[in-house]
C-alpha cells in the first residue's frame, strides 16, 4: 500500500525576476532620479497552499499573490483582491 502523506497547509515567500529588457531592476536614466518610477524586473510574493504526497509524487494546489498586488489589494480595503491572486495545481517528482 501507497505511503501518503497530507500537508495541511504551508506557507512561504517567493522571489520573481525578468531577465527581459522592458523590465528593469534599476531606475533608467530616462527617469528624473533614481526611485522614480518603482522597479519591474524583480518582484517579491506570498504564497500558501496544501498538498498530498504519493510515493515520488507530489500534488499541491497553491494560492499566491506579488507584492505590487498586496499594496494595492490594501490601498483598497482588500476590495480587489480577486483581482491580483493567481492559483494553481503543480506536480512535482522527486528522484
Do not use: C
Amino acid at each position: 500500500m501507497a505511503e501518503e502523506i497530507w500537508s495541511p497547509i504551508a506557507v512561504g515567500i517567493f522571489g520573481v525576476r525578468s531577465l527581459d529588457d522592458d523590465y528593469f531592476v534599476r531606475t533608467p536614466p530616462e527617469y528624473p532620479y533614481e526611485g522614480y518610477y518603482e522597479q519591474t524586473g524583480f518582484r517579491l510574493g506570498l504564497r500558501a497552499g496544501t498538498g498530498v504526497r504519493v510515493k515520488q509524487i507530489n500534488v499541491i494546489y497553491e494560492i499566491s499573490i506579488l507584492d505590487s498586488g498586496v499594496v494595492v489589494a490594501f490601498n483598497n480595503d482588500f476590495r480587489y483582491i480577486d483581482y491580483f491572486l493567481s492559483s494553481g495545481l503543480r506536480f512535482q517528482y522527486e528522484f
